[in-house]
């Protein structure tokens, strides 16, 4: 029998403009500074919109602001301006996102502290604000010692040299307060301790995991039980490090986020875990997955639950129905098997020289393809490379096809995640070394 073709994709995305092109107008005089934060002029009316907003909504003029005071934009920050001008890679010409007026070219980043990997296609930032580093990392600091008690005293230099303060920051470059970055920074350890504790280096296994996430994935998302046995829940929560500090962390995200955005949140959620579960199933059978295998894991294994609230983390919300559309989808997920690449790549090293075999894509690349090291590592820097070139090929098509504020900025967010993502793998020396490849 014949292999099924694959359904070419399909996109609702004019619709989905159509549907929201009057929200996104009468909606701009109550968020005109975000707006013009992220796009340095009034929205403009997508194609095929209709002509006045729904009923019982107030009318606004898709070239004036009533009532709002100007406000400067700020410079756009290198990721920002190259996702404006699209992706540069072969066949790409064509696809820009062009603002309303021209911008002043950046300013050049900051001399690098770490190499990068040669010939991996990235691009630079700045050093993120220093200012808000320090303050972010003391207060990480403090949440995960002494709100939670996430880490025993000895772990501190450790924590330290994660420098998640440092990471965040550099990340989120349009969140408008240390608070809103907070929110991402709690997260973020929370996800890590997970992954440590349950599934890695600090006493995790692959044998049991499946309840270990089952149980911490109810702090994420509420466990709606019985009054008799929801104490007995309570008391395991708050026994375990590592449920606490997802309790805390999502407790603190769901009183800024909207009901759509947490609820976002913990689907992606869910996806990692499953796709913990299934790097586990190879541990326990002791057997490397084949290539695209491996790939398919690291779609679920990744990244992706970090750019997926840069809106939270922004201070604005990208409506659920623009999320959900296919092409929107695409372009997360590219970007998070991307930076999950990344973290193979630059944690290559640490990881041969942790006990036990550490599935990476160098590794899996190198036993199922019979090749050297050398070359399956040089092999990964080119799947990377087109995974990276797809993430911007797709997110100018989308930026050019819904020209919608949030949809604009939400694209700038996860591009600039992607930046810092690779900005602190590349400078963190405490963790990563590169191997002697060239």
Not at 173 to 180: C, E, L, M, Q
Not at 291 to 305: G, K
Not at 409 to 415: I, K, N, P, Q
Request: hydrophobic share 40%; with cysteine; charged share 20%.
């Amino acid at each position: 029998m014949p292999a099924p073709e694959l359904t070419p994709p399909q996109s609702s995305l004019p619709e989905a403009g159509a549907h929201f092109g009057a929200y996104a107008l009468a909606d701009a005089a109550t968020r005109a500074r975000d707006v013009l934060a992220a796009t340095g002029a009034p929205p403009r009316a997508l194609p095929g919109a209709p002509p006045g907003p729904p009923p019982g909504l107030p009318t606004v003029a898709a070239t004036s602001l009533p009532d709002v005071p100007a406000v400067e934009p700020p410079p756009l920050s290198p990721d920002v301006d190259r996702l404006l001008r699209g992706p540069s890679g072969l066949g790409t010409a064509g696809l820009r996102l062009t603002l309303p007026q021209e911008r002043p070219a950046p300013p050049k980043p900051s001399a690098p502290q770490g190499a990068a990997i040669p010939g991996l296609y990235h691009h630079p930032v700045p050093e993120p604000d220093p200012a808000r580093v320090e303050e972010v990392s003391r207060r990480i600091k403090s949440w995960a010692m002494d709100e939670v008690s996430l880490y025993p005293d000895d772990w501190e230099e450790e924590f330290d040299g994660f420098s998640v303060g440092r990471y965040m920051v550099a990340c989120h470059p349009d969140a408008p307060s240390v608070d809103h970055l907070m929110l991402a920074t709690r997260l973020m350890v929370a996800e890590n301790a997970v992954d440590d504790c349950y599934c890695e280096d600090h006493g995790g296994s692959p044998v049991g995991l499946g309840e270990r996430l089952l149980l911490a994935h109810t702090a994420l998302d509420p466990l709606h039980t019985t009054r008799e046995y929801q104490p007995q829940w309570a008391e395991s929560l708050h026994s375990d490090a590592p449920r606490r500090a997802y309790h805390s962390a999502m407790d603190y995200f769901v009183q800024s986020a909207s009901a759509s955005q947490a609820d976002r949140y913990r689907h992606d959620m869910a996806r990692l875990h499953l796709g913990y579960l299934a790097e586990a199933a190879w541990a326990q059978e002791d057997r490397v997955p084949e290539v695209w295998e491996y790939l398919a894991m690291r779609q679920f294994n990744n990244f992706r639950p970090c750019p997926t609230i840069t809106d939270t983390v922004g201070g604005y919300e990208l409506p659920a129905d623009l999320h959900a559309q296919p092409a929107m989808q695409r372009v997360i997920a590219l970007a998070g098997n991307a930076t999950t690449i990344v973290n193979d790549l630059y944690s290559y090293t640490k990881e041969l020289d942790a006990p036990g075999r550490h599935l990476n894509l160098p590794v899996v690349i190198a036993e199922r393809e019979g090749i050297s090291d050398r070359e399956a590592y040089l092999k990964s820097v080119e799947v990377h490379n087109d995974l990276m070139h797809d993430f911007e090929t797709e997110a100018a098509a989308l930026a050019a096809d819904c020209p919608v504020p949030s949809v604009q900025r939400f694209l700038r967010g996860v591009a600039a995640w992607v930046d810092g993502n690779h900005y602190w793998h590349r400078t963190n020396t405490y963790r990563y070394s590169l191997p002697d490849f060239w």
